[in-house]
């Protein structure tokens, strides 16, 4: 089993590395840019467990805890 883990490491490093071309040097300004944002948890999630999140993100009290499924 050992000798498997050991042969994937070695087929890792020598695997060609792929150039990246950044939009700009500084990564912060694009970090994060595409993720799984506000209007998309609004969009996606049940209104309940929105709504519990938003609670939990502003340090709110729910009024009442969610029923458990």
């Known amino acids: 089993m050992s ?3 050991f042969e994937a ?3 890792l ?8 071309e950044l939009s ?12 799984f944002g506000m209007e998309q948890m609004r ?4 209104p309940a467990v929105f ?6 993100q502003n340090h709110e009290k729910l009024m ?3 029923p458990m499924q």
């Open 3 to 5: 000798q498997l883990r």
């Open 9 to 11: 490491l070695k087929r």
């Open 13 to 20: 490093s020598d695997r060609p590395k792929v150039q990246v």
């Open 24 to 35: 700009t040097p500084n990564i912060s300004q694009f970090f994060g840019e595409n993720v």
């Open 43 to 46: 969009s996606t999630l049940a």
């Open 51 to 56: 709504k519990s999140k938003q609670c939990y």
């Open 64 to 66: 009442k805890p969610l």
